[in-house]
């Protein structure tokens, strides 16, 4: 199945789209921390469900799956931090941590199925 039928990467991309989004507004002197960070754990979560889609047999996409959902975690905890740091307002952290338990959840619902 090509990996833009699945719904968890079709989550996990519009959680990328926002991450990106919200992140522009970053002080600069964080593009090689916390930006960067958020960004690519973001990226990271669709990129491995895309890859694992494409690969030989279950025992493979399960384990692509399991380094999305850690990178789901990893963003949670950016998320966290730039809300601590004020660099997100409670709004804005609400909604993309809306957006990362959705993808979190069609992850692991994904995992499950595969056998």
């Not at 990467?9 to 964080?30: G, H, N, S």
């Not at 998320?79 to 957006?99: M, S």
Request: net charge positive; glycine share 6%.
């Amino acid at each position: 199945m090509p990996y833009e039928r699945l719904r968890a990467w079709k989550a996990c991309d519009d959680l990328t789209i926002a991450v990106y989004k919200f992140t522009k507004t970053f002080p600069r002197d964080e593009l090689y921390g916390l930006t960067s960070q958020a960004r690519r754990a973001a990226l990271s979560a669709g990129a491995n469900i895309a890859e694992g889609s494409a690969k030989r047999g279950p025992r493979e996409f399960r384990r692509y799956l399991d380094i999305s959902i850690g990178s789901l975690s990893e963003l949670a905890n950016a998320l966290h931090v730039a809300k601590r740091l004020e660099y997100l307002t409670l709004e804005e952290w609400r909604e993309l941590d809306g957006l990362r338990t959705m993808a979190s959840t069609l992850t692991w619902h994904l995992y499950k199925s595969v056998s």
